[in-house]
């Protein structure tokens, strides 16, 4: 072979390289429901996607069938090798995606939860503080009051003994006015007596002159 049949070859080789394209085994399967254990008897259902949840009925290990049941009731025949006791994969990761998504939603909520939490346990705080300083002050009007309450009291207990002593004073001021008005008899009862008397011996002194002087005038002198 010459050296241009090389190249060609190579061409060729490279040219079909090019070409190629990746592909995959599909995992998806579809498997005929028959009326009886053999791939010869009536198909009852033209294909089960594989990953379709039935019952198992029964199963025969020489004939390599098993009896199933699907959800709608229908029964038949499908070989034992394409039925396996947990979801296929698939199924199994779309299952691990949706309750991935659901924690995910459910992580959001909590999140937000919690930042309502801190936003409601800081509103607590401010009330707290709030109230821790409105209480202060209620503390402070009340010793206030308290303060103002002993003053009352007192006030009240020297108001009670001024008016005893006023009422005290009262009962001697009426003691005194009325041993005012008996004094104030008696006196006048003296100065009556003592008037009369000044009268009564004046009478006596002027009769007693008007006699000497009449024995005088009788007898020519003084007696």
Known sequence: MNTHSYVLAGLILVSAGASAETVYVRDTLYVPLRG???????????GVRSGTKMERLKENDDTGFSLV????GLEGWMP?????????????????????STLSTEHEEALQRIREIESTLEQMDQTEASLRA??????EELDRIKRL????IAIDQENSQLKNEQESLHANIDALDVAN???????????????????????????????????????????
């Open 36 to 46: 009886g254990q053999s791939n010869e008897h009536r198909i009852l259902h033209s």
């Open 69 to 72: 049941r699907m959800k709608s």
């Open 80 to 100: 034992t090798q394409y039925l396996i006791d947990q979801p296929i994969a698939k199924d199994m990761l779309e299952q691990t995606n949706d309750s991935l």
């Open 134 to 139: 409105e209480n202060n002050e209620l503390q």
């Open 149 to 152: 309450a002993a003053n009352v």
């Open 181 to 223: 008005r008996e004094l104030q008899d008696v006196s006048n009862r003296g100065w009556f007596l003592n008037g009369a008397g000044v009268v009564l011996m004046g009478l006596l002194i002027g009769f007693w002159l008007s006699r000497r002087i009449y024995q005088k005038q009788s007898t020519g002198g003084w007696a």
